[in-house]
């Protein structure tokens, strides 16, 4: 399933949804984010789904030289997008493949952020276990997206190509995930400005 999906991702590698700075509206939508996130200076910040790049330099910008960036995507022309366009950051941890198969820091992440990438997750459930064993006692998970979850789940659905079956869970359902993999949600907001889902460690 994997493999379909990061052909796919290859394909839109040069789309303007994949390769074009984010503009105000989005950038707007990532402050509520980053005011969610807390300081990052010299924090370290797992990125799954790190698609070309886009969101993974700001968050080096926001990490600084003394923090670190881990960064990875199942597709091999996204990641190389990203490389290039953050060569010069020797503080980002960029890796070609799955969350589930790249080596984690155990108990070294002080935020695990998903930015549109949760409902591509094979296995969900499983994926938030490992997010949770990256943590740090005090660490934070953030799940977002820029859109709301129906207007997600029907672009998806609709969408004739391998995602049309990447949904975000419920709301219950995802309480219920959360819970179950050591996770506390502390927030859930999802409205006309997106998704976003904010948890720590329990």
């Known amino acids: 399933m994997y493999a379909r999906k990061a052909n796919f991702f290859d394909s839109q ?15 707007t939508k990532l402050e509520r984010v980053f005011a969610a996130a807390g300081p990052l200076d010299g924090k370290t910040v797992l990125e799954p789904g790190c698609g070309t790049g886009r969101l993974t330099e700001i968050l080096a910008g926001r990490v600084g030289p003394s923090g670190r960036v881990l960064a990875m ?13 953050l060569a010069d950051q020797a503080h980002v941890d960029l890796r070609h493949g799955r969350l589930e198969t790249c080596p984690l820091p155990e108990g070294g992440v ?11 997750l094979q296995d969900q459930q499983g994926a938030l276990a490992l997010l949770a064993r990256s943590l740090k006692a005090d660490g934070l998970l953030i799940i977002c997206h820029f859109k709301p979850l129906s207007v997600i789940n029907d672009v998806h659905r609709k969408a004739g190509t391998a995602v049309e079956q990447d949904m975000i869970p419920e709301h219950g359902e995802m309480e ?3 819970t179950e993999a050591g996770f506390k949600i502390t927030e859930l907001t999802d409205d006309a400005r997106g998704y976003v889902l904010c948890a720590i460690k329990a």
Do not use: K
């Open 13 to 27: 590698t040069d789309a303007p949804w994949a390769a074009e700075a984010y503009g105000p509206e989005e950038m």
């Open 176 to 178: 219920r995930m959360c």
């Open 73 to 85: 995507d199942i597709s091999e022309g996204m990641v190389a997008a990203a490389q290039e366009r």
């Open 110 to 120: 002080n935020l695990a952020l998903c930015h549109q990438v949760f409902p591509h």
